[in-house]
């Protein structure tokens, strides 16, 4: 089993940065493709960015530019560095992980999800 726990939410003023966290715990090793997406009030979840073990890298088209994701393997970490913030960016941002990059990619059958952190920015 594998364990997801994000953290470094918050509220940010427009043009702000923060960065987000996701620490996984477990069977780590089986954990090819990382990510996070995001789910606003009203909205379906959207991919944010992912990123393979090897650091293959993948964004949304309105984050890129702005969200930067990486990965510390030994650290069992994956990080989303977010700049630029707009209000829009305002979710409930999720760490997800699985085997499979394309599960990841297209929020299909995703094996393990973190808890969720809140990112509010404000105008």
Not at 56 to 78: E, L, M, Q
Request: proline residues 2%; contains cysteine; hydrophobic residues 35%.
């Amino acid at each position: 089993q594998v364990q997801l726990v994000e953290s470094g939410g918050g509220l940010v003023q427009a043009g702000g940065s923060l960065r987000l966290s996701c620490a996984s715990s477990g069977d780590i090793f089986s954990l090819n493709a990382m990510g996070w997406h995001r789910q606003a009030p009203g909205k379906q979840r959207e991919l944010v960015a992912a990123i393979t073990s090897g650091g293959s890298t993948a964004y949304a088209d309105s984050v890129k530019g702005r969200f930067t994701i990486s990965r510390d393997n030994a650290k069992n970490t994956v990080y989303l560095q977010m700049n630029s913030l707009k209000p829009e960016d305002t979710a409930v941002y999720h760490c997800a992980a699985d085997r499979l990059w394309i599960r990841v990619l297209r929020d299909t059958e995703v094996s393990y999800w973190g808890q969720g952190t809140q990112v509010t920015v404000s105008s």
